[in-house]
């Protein structure tokens, strides 16, 4: 299927070395490479749609293969060798996606015995944005760095000539079929026509299970327990161990704030933090007490989300209620 029939159209695809890609016979080693945050969860995900092997433990909604990604990432060439060796006996083409592989592009090049690449490009002022919200970035110092590793993926381009697909992430969002009929025509395969549907289905701008796990400020947890004097539960950061603050909304008032730090030996026993340094309790002034039908809410500090178990309404007399791991 032709790009477009109309030469003038800027489909936001292009590739580099076209008459390099592999033949047949080779198993196709697929770098899926872009500065975090620039769409090559998107790439990723279509691939996988696609029916293309994305690593073994490369699950939605990112399909990063964190076990490979772990070894370049110690210089364990070895290890990520022996890794690479065991995917290509298994599979005749597999794919890796790591947006932080821009740093290191020559030792994956040096690698991967048959490297092909989809590099997917977005604007700074996006990218920065996406993580001025997610990742708590200062937005000007985060353009100029993303300006930065744009450069570095442009030098090895430019020194490399690697056969590649170039993509706008705009352009794809804008039509979807024609960029993922661009990457079965890429990588020469020809999926079935579920997955090529499930590859196009997959691809919209801001999906939620995205935005909701790439959230530097994520927590999960609970209220369990309300009285007219206190509130208690638990909080934890879904992507560290480090203690979190938590804030107590009365009818959409905030009126106070305190660590999620006090040991809860359950909730260590169940996994949910190997210190169990997860609880909490706010203390109320006989000003604060709470009264019948109060709204009590409680969520993580920066998190754009309550906690489990609420919004509660205060019934006028004190409730218990077991805490859950979810």
């Given at each position: 299927m032709p790009l477009s029939t109309n030469p003038l159209v800027n489909t936001g695809i292009h590739i580099i070395n076209q008459d390099g890609i592999l033949p047949e016979q080779l198993p196709k080693n697929i770098i899926v490479s872009g500065i975090a945050r620039s769409g090559t969860s998107l790439v990723a995900g279509a691939l996988s749609k696609l029916g293309v092997f994305m690593g073994n433990k490369a699950y939605p909604p990112v399909f990063e293969d964190v076990e490979l990604s772990d070894t370049l990432e110690k210089k364990d060439l070895v290890a990520a060798q022996a890794m690479i060796e065991r995917y290509n006996e298994k599979h005749?083409?597999?794919?890796?996606?790591?947006?932080?592989?821009?740093?290191?592009?020559?030792?994956?090049?040096s690698i991967f015995p048959n490297p092909v690449y989809i590099f997917i490009f977005k604007d700074i002022f996006s990218i920065a944005k996406r993580n001025q919200i997610s990742m708590k970035f200062d937005l000007v110092s985060n353009m100029r760095s993303t300006h930065q590793q744009y450069?570095?993926?442009?030098?090895?381009?430019?020194m490399y000539h690697p056969q590649a697909m170039m993509v706008s992430y705009d352009?794809?969002?804008?039509?979807?079929?024609?960029?993922?009929?661009?990457?079965?025509?890429?990588?020469?395969?020809?999926?079935?026509?579920?997955?090529?549907?499930?590859?196009?289905?997959?691809i919209r701008p801001n999906p939620a299970d995205y935005l909701d796990a790439s959230r530097v400020t994520k927590a999960k947890g609970r209220?369990?327990?309300?009285?007219?004097?206190?509130?208690?539960?638990?909080?934890?950061?879904?992507?560290n161990k480090n203690p979190i603050k938590v804030?107590?909304?009365v009818n959409e008032k905030k009126?106070?704030?305190?660590?999620?730090?006090?040991?809860?030996?359950?909730?260590m026993e169940k996994g949910i933090h190997p210190k169990g340094r997860v609880g909490f309790r706010f203390d109320l002034t006989e000003d604060q007490k709470l009264k019948k039908d109060d709204v009590v809410r409680v969520r993580a500090e920066n998190e754009v989300k309550d906690l489990q178990n609420c919004p509660k309404v205060f019934e006028g007399v004190g409730t218990i209620e077991k805490d859950k791991e979810n």
């Open positions: 005749p083409i597999w794919g890796w996606k790591r947006p932080s592989s821009v740093g290191y592009l020559d030792t994956v090049n450069g570095k993926l442009l030098t090895f381009i430019e352009k794809a969002l804008m039509n979807r079929k024609l960029f993922v009929q661009s990457l079965c025509d890429f990588i020469k395969i020809v999926p079935l026509k579920d997955q090529f549907h499930s590859a196009v289905e997959f209220v369990g327990r309300m009285e007219e004097l206190f509130v208690a539960g638990w909080a934890t950061a879904v992507h804030e107590l909304f009126v106070a704030v305190t660590k999620a730090d006090l040991f809860r030996k359950d909730l």
